[in-house]
């Protein structure tokens, strides 16, 4: 059995590594509130947005479609993988690194892709998988749209001249603190609107005033509405990441709360078994003189 000073020492971590994490779990906890009213604030919008663009897109003729919206073969395809800059988040940055690599290896194995990582540790383990384009670890620091947009704009840059048939996004999609859910979503070229199962796609037959014309508004859109989705992406991990650091650091604080009471046990089962041999010890020299 270990000696009192050692479990003492042990216990004596063990509590120190309970209070940081229970202090990690609060912060994430107070953050995971404001990320998550954003999140929740913008979803309608860019969800109402990306709607309207695509059944505008639909009404277009083949030869006045947008280049946004180019079918092309794809060879060349870009992945965006959006981790965050700091880690003990649990799964929260291996599982897209995990669909970031089974995209390149797997999905769109035999072509060229290349990685734009959003988040220091995605670069850290993709940048050895495959190419990196582009790192912006500073995304994070100050989020906001204007930021976004300089990234969605070098995007949308890409594929219009071409070097890149096919870009995707890859992300943790918030669906509450405990649960974050993997996404892989196109980001260009613009998908056509999917026809919803039992229900006829109307979105020709919808009707729209348009001024000053079709061609104008929806291109004026796109760009918008490009930047709009990548802005929500962005949210969506930052509220993934508090949620899945409180979760972690809640399970970290349990199991070293757990472990403390353990050794807790353990240090007073060895004091009273030293105090017992020390009491027999007295005992046997006391009978000892007596004899």
Do not use: C, W
């Not at 479990?7 to 590594?17: D, L």
């Not at 919008?45 to 280049?67: C, F, H, I, R, V």
């Not at 540790?121 to 100050?142: A, M, R, V």
């Not at 796109?222 to 949210?235: E, V």
């Amino acid at each position: 059995m270990a000696n009192l000073k050692e479990i003492r020492n042990r216990i004596s971590s063990v509590s120190s590594t309970m209070q940081i994490t229970s202090a990690m779990k609060m912060v994430s906890a107070a953050k995971l509130k404001k990320a998550q009213d954003a999140i929740t604030a913008m979803r309608p919008y860019s969800e109402k947005l990306t709607e309207l663009l695509q059944n505008l897109s639909a009404t277009l003729d083949a030869d006045t479609g947008s280049k946004y919206s180019d079918q092309r073969e794809v060879n060349k395809i870009l992945v965006v993988a959006i981790t965050s800059n700091r880690g003990l988040a649990g799964a929260f940055n291996n599982n897209i690194i995990k669909q970031s690599r089974n995209l390149a290896l797997n999905t769109y194995a035999g072509k060229q892709v290349d990685f734009m990582t959003l988040g220091k540790k995605g670069n850290d383990i993709l940048k050895k998988t495959g190419s990196i384009l582009e790192n912006n670890n500073d995304i994070f620091d100050d989020l906001s749209f204007d930021t976004t947009s300089e990234i969605a704009e070098k995007l949308m840059l890409l594929f219009s001249e071409g070097k890149y048939d096919k870009i995707v996004l890859v992300y943790n999609n918030f669906k509450n603190a405990a649960t974050q859910i993997v996404m892989t979503e196109q980001f260009l070229p613009i998908l056509p609107p999917k026809p919803v199962e039992g229900k006829e796609t109307k979105a020709n037959d919808t009707f729209y005033i348009f001024e000053p014309s079709k061609e104008e508004i929806v291109e004026a859109l796109i760009p918008k509405s490009l930047k709009t989705q990548l802005f929500k992406a962005l949210r969506d991990s930052v509220a993934s990441e508090h949620g899945a650091r409180m979760t972690a650091m809640h399970k970290a604080t349990d199991n070293a709360t757990e472990l403390r009471d353990s050794l807790k046990l353990q240090y007073n089962k060895a004091r009273q078994a030293a105090i017992t041999n020390e009491i027999l010890e007295i005992v046997g020299g006391a009978e000892a003189l007596a004899g």
